[in-house]
């Protein structure tokens, strides 16, 4: 395999990601697109990491970073949506456009 078909599903999965990202109004599908485009940054960087001149690890170091780094996203982002959603009774995104509750 060459790689071409890795950056094409990167490309794909970014893209998607970044549809569901600025279309949607649902906070939750907005975290989940949000982690399809960090997956797809991963899929490119191990891509790049195996298919260079010099095979090294530090792709696969920056996608187990950019792993980690998802990992806190999502759970400081679920608690900010859970406390959201006690407070205003929704998971809109609109409805979080104030500071105040």
Same mark, same amino acid.
């Given at each position: ?22 279309? =949607? =109004? ?14 797809? &940054? ?6 790049? &990491? ?35 959603? =006690?407070?205003?009774? &929704?998971?809109?995104? =609109?409805?979080?456009? &104030?500071?105040?509750?």
């Amino acid at each position: 395999m060459t790689l071409q078909p890795f950056l094409a599903l990167g490309a794909i999965l970014f893209g998607i990601g970044l549809f569901g990202a600025l279309t =949607r =109004r649902n906070a939750i599908i907005v975290l989940i697109s949000i982690e399809m485009m960090l997956n797809a &940054s991963n899929i490119n960087l191990v891509a790049f &990491s195996h298919f260079a001149v010099n095979v090294t690890i530090d792709g696969l170091v920056y996608a187990l970073f950019n792993i980690a780094l998802a990992g806190a996203e999502v759970a400081v982002g679920l608690a900010i949506l859970l406390a959201i959603f =006690r407070a205003k009774n &929704s998971n809109d995104i =609109r409805d979080m456009n &104030s500071m105040k509750w």
